[in-house]
């Protein structure tokens, strides 16, 4: 929502936009320490004897929590530790399942439902549901990808689990104002 869209009902329209601007910091910090945790990751797989090296593996993933805790902290989320904890299950949960076919993806889809999770929810209703939505379609997109263009399918895990959470909030948030 920006300035031209008008009030919106028992909002404060500032307290929004530093919302919005808070999400998209978050966004953006929690993409570049997401991309160099699955540099190494991807490393882990891609050994020249072809073997797997676990100390590549380890370092990505030590680094998703911190992913999951920018997303949580300068967005401002009121229930930030809670959420962060229930975003690592989630994580592991859903780069366990995805990463059967396609590791890297595996993982960059746990950042993305991971990041659904902790990023705090703009103020209006049915957040979650497009949320969710637009995880799915990032799981679909990004293994698409994957299997037919190897390397824009690692650039895809690199850069958009994150941004895929955040236009869904746009989205919602535009609809809102759209809505009569």
Do not use: K
């Amino acid at each position: 929502m920006v300035p031209s869209d008008g009030p919106v009902v028992g909002v404060d329209h500032r307290e929004v936009i530093a919302s919005r601007r808070r999400r998209w910091v978050a966004i953006g910090i929690a993409t570049v320490v997401m991309a160099f945790g699955m540099v190494n990751y991807a490393a882990a797989f891609t050994g020249p004897d072809g073997g797997f090296r676990p100390a590549y593996a380890g370092i990505g993933l030590a680094l998703a929590p911190f992913v999951l805790v920018i997303c949580g902290f300068v967005t401002h989320h009121p229930q930030a530790p809670r959420r962060v904890v229930i975003a690592m299950v989630v994580f592991v949960i859903i780069a366990l399942s995805v990463g059967l076919l396609d590791p890297l993806h595996g993982a960059a889809t746990g950042f993305a439902a991971g990041g659904a999770i902790t990023l705090r929810e703009p103020p209006v209703e049915r957040v979650a549901r497009w949320r969710a939505w637009f995880v799915g379609s990032y799981a679909v997109y990004g293994l698409v990808v994957a299997v037919l263009a190897a390397p824009a399918g690692v650039i895809v895990a690199l850069t958009l689990p994150l941004v895929f959470v955040g236009v869904a909030d746009e989205f919602v948030e535009w609809w809102a104002t759209r809505s009569p």
